[in-house]
Structures are given as structure tokens and as C-alpha cells.
């Protein structure tokens, strides 16, 4: 073997192997959540959060897990914004969430005065935006097949508002998104 062969063998293979780390799959995602944290609104914030936390305990779970929970096949991280404050705080704290967490997706209980800055802000980044409307959620059957107001009532003792059913609907979309795009987050365009 020659030394010109034994070097484009070996570019071949580093290569190879710069294609398949940045083509490989996620094994977990970070999730920025904008729910109200503080002030008159803060049980909207609980229920939709606890809400989301419901849905990634019913599908995928593994003893093991450390992160908020499983949806789309993969470890979720759920990191919360609070949106009780002045919405130039909000889109700082959404800003920096995004250069430095990486998170791969943005939702919540987005307030109608800052959503529009929201999906401007979130132009040219990796970060996917996800809106829930609210339609006329009146019962859901869980993932576990189980009604929803059941499921929550049981797991934390009060029946689930309408923030809880938007909540619980995010997290059963982003378990499909997650799930169709199969943790290639980079490769999808939002």
C-alpha cells in the first residue's frame, strides 16, 4: 500500500465519521415552557406544567430517567420562563434560553401581546415553535387510555383546568413531532 492511498483511506473514514456524529440522532430535548409563574395566574402555570409532566409519564418511561420525562421515544427536559413579568423580560429569558440551553423546542401558555415577538425572535435559530389552540377540549382520552380528568385528578388531587388541558395537549403534540422526526432536530425546518 502506497501513502497516498493509506491517506485518502483515511480522510474516507474521518469523513465518514464527522457525517455520522452530526447526523446522529438526539437521545434527549429541552423544551423552553412560557407559563406565568408568579402573580394571579400562577395556578394556569402549575396545572399546564403538571399537565405536561402527566403526559411524559405515560409512554416510554425507563427507571433510570432523570429528566422530566419521556416523550417521542426520548428524555425530555421541561425548563420554565415565567410570563408574568414585562415582556421585555420574557423575550431576554427566551433569548438566552435559546443561545445557551439549546433548546429544541418553544410553547406554553403564551400570552397574545408577546406571541408575535416570540416567532420573530425565534427566526433563524434550531428552535421549533409549537402553538396549541385551544379548541373545544372538553374530555381527552390520556395516552394510557384513561380519561384525562381521571388520570390528573388522581395524580394530584384536584380536577384539571382548562390551562391543565392545553397543557396535556402540547405534550401529546410534541410527543408526534418528536416522534416523526426522530430526534433529527437540526434536519427538520420549523
Excluded: C, W
Excluded at 100 to 129: A, C, E, M, R
Aim: charged letters at 25%; proline letters at 3%; zero cysteines.
Amino acid at each position: 500500500m502506497n501513502k497516498n492511498h493509506i491517506l485518502s483511506t483515511s480522510l474516507v473514514i474521518i469523513l465518514l465519521m464527522a457525517a455520522t456524529t452530526n447526523n446522529a440522532k438526539a437521545h434527549s430535548f429541552k423544551v423552553g415552557f412560557l407559563v406565568p409563574l408568579t402573580g394571579e395566574n400562577v395556578s394556569q402555570g402549575r396545572d399546564a406544567f403538571d399537565a405536561v409532566l402527566l403526559a411524559a409519564d405515560e409512554r416510554d418511561r425507563h427507571p433510570d430517567n432523570h429528566a422530566d420525562g419521556h416523550l417521542g421515544g426520548l428524555d425530555g427536559y421541561v425548563l420554565k420562563i415565567d410570563t408574568n413579568r414585562d415582556k421585555q423580560e420574557v423575550l431576554k429569558d427566551i433569548s438566552q434560553m435559546v443561545k445557551s440551553d439549546d433548546i429544541q423546542f418553544l410553547t406554553g401558555l403564551i400570552p397574545s401581546k408577546i406571541s408575535y415577538l416570540v416567532v420573530q425572535q425565534l427566526q433563524n435559530t434550531t428552535t421549533h415553535f409549537i402553538d396549541t389552540p385551544i379548541k373545544d377540549i372538553t374530555e381527552m382520552t390520556t395516552m394510557s387510555g384513561e380519561g384525562f380528568t381521571i388520570s390528573f385528578n388522581r395524580r394530584y388531587g384536584r380536577s384539571p383546568s382548562l390551562s391543565a388541558r392545553k397543557g396535556y395537549r402540547i405534550a401529546r403534540d410534541l410527543d408526534q413531532i418528536v416522534r416523526k422526526i426522530a430526534g433529527n432536530f437540526l434536519t427538520t425546518a420549523t
